[in-house]
């Protein structure tokens, strides 16, 4: 079976520039996730999806920050501009996750982001 | 809001030893507690636990929880150089509009010495 697979791996950008996630999850898996991890931190959930649609993005920064998952399998996960403080790992994961029963989530390799 | 917290943040010890790592919540409509582990980027899981005083167990590691005093440990007996990485432990909300929503705690660094 195959993971869940993230591109890029790595991206350096300087501040105030662009940048884009992408995430596949497994294939079949409802709910996916993006999380930001920041060094010496435990993930922090940004956006959750249950297929296209929004569970909880309560955390997410949204004047710079938004995410995507317009046909509920892959997602884009945006920010612009970025800034210092959003060098991180992003990470995406994806859980196959159906009322009433409950999976673990799987997660993908991460992105990790440079703003400099 | 949810909360999960570790401890230790860090510990370091040489191989052979044994360790126990402490994962406490505080939340509302909890539904499952989560062992990962981290070595580079992507957690790999671990462990998901349900029921209170069930232990659950994979080769050197093995993980119980407790719902009435709201904690997971996680042991690991007879550590190698391979088992250094950070653990995470998360809790698996199932609660209304939180439903599905997995909060860590900020993990910890495990450092086996040969």
């Known amino acids: 079976e195959a993971g869940v697979a993230q591109s890029p791996r790595y991206k350096i950008i300087e501040k105030r520039q662009s940048v884009a996630f992408w995430c596949n999850p497994i294939?079949?898996?409802?709910?996916l996730y993006w999380y930001q991890q920041i060094l010496g931190q435990g993930p922090k959930l940004l956006i959750q999806?249950?297929?296209?649609?929004?569970?909880?993005d309560s955390q997410l920064p949204k004047d710079r920050f938004s995410a995507e998952r317009l046909k509920g399998v892959d997602s884009t996960l945006k920010i612009q501009p970025a800034k210092l403080e959003d060098s991180a790992v992003y990470l995406c994961?994806?859980?196959?996750?159906?009322?009433?029963?409950?999976?673990?989530?799987?997660f993908g390799q991460g992105t990790r982001l440079t703003v400099v | 809001e949810d909360k999960v917290v570790q401890s230790p943040l860090s510990l370091v010890v040489h191989e052979g030893d044994t360790v126990t790592l402490n994962c406490s919540y505080e939340?509302?409509?909890?539904?499952?507690l989560l062992w990962y582990k981290q070595e580079k980027k992507a957690p790999t899981f671990l462990f998901m636990l349900?029921?209170?005083?069930i232990e659950k167990k994979s080769g050197r590691l093995s993980s119980i929880l407790d719902k009435k005093e709201l904690f997971s440990i996680l042991n690991i007996t007879a550590t190698q150089t391979g088992d250094s990485a950070i653990y995470l432990c998360?809790?698996?909300?199932?609660?209304?509009?939180?439903?599905?929503?997995?909060?860590f705690g900020q993990g910890t660094i495990l450092t086996v010495h040969p």
């Open positions: 939340v509302t409509n909890f539904r499952s």
């Open positions: 998360a809790e698996l909300n199932a609660g209304g509009t939180s439903y599905g929503k997995l909060t």
């Open positions: 994961a994806s859980s196959l996750y159906h009322r009433p029963t409950n999976t673990e989530a799987f």
């Open positions: 349900t029921s209170s005083g």
């Open positions: 999806f249950q297929n296209n649609g929004v569970v909880d």
């Open positions: 294939s079949g898996h409802a709910t």
